[in-house]
């Protein structure tokens, strides 16, 4: 069973970046697909981007493409969301979650097996 600890997330400006890193326990991390999701208040959780299990695949969300970078290592057991160029409506909870799977089509929060407690961003204006 793998456990996940988001942490990185904070204030930041408008235009500004944030990097957010999740570690995994267990020793079956690289038989999952890992994905981010978010959920801004009174809003849904929302697909993010996805790494499927060796990195060589990616998946991003129309919202997010160009700005966000996803990345894992599978021998430290942790998976990145390098984030530019934020903007205010990128504000929200972000959660890392695992698939047990190989690709990056995994897109639905129902889909994920896993998940973090989430990271707090907030971006002003």
């Known amino acids: 069973q793998v456990q996940l600890v988001e942490s990185g997330g904070g204030l930041v400006q408008a235009g500004g970046s944030l990097r957010l890193s999740c570690a995994a326990s267990?020793?079956?991390?690289?038989?999952?697909?890992m994905g981010w999701f978010r959920q801004a208040p009174g809003k849904e959780r929302e697909f993010v981007c996805a790494?499927?299990?060796?990195?060589?695949?990616?998946n991003y969300a129309d919202s997010v493409k160009g700005r966000f970078t996803i990345s894992r290592d599978n021998a430290k057991n942790a998976v990145s969301l390098q984030m530019n160029s934020l903007k205010p409506e990128d504000t929200a909870v972000y959660f890392c979650?695992?698939?047990?799977?190989?690709?990056?089509?995994?897109?639905?929060?129902?889909?994920?097996?896993?998940w973090g407690q989430g990271t707090q961003v907030t971006v002003s204006s």
């Open positions: 979650a695992a698939v047990r799977g190989s690709g990056t089509a995994y897109v639905a929060a129902y889909e994920y097996d896993l």
């Open positions: 790494v499927s299990w060796n990195g060589g695949s990616t």
């Open positions: 267990g020793r079956t991390f690289s038989r999952y697909a």
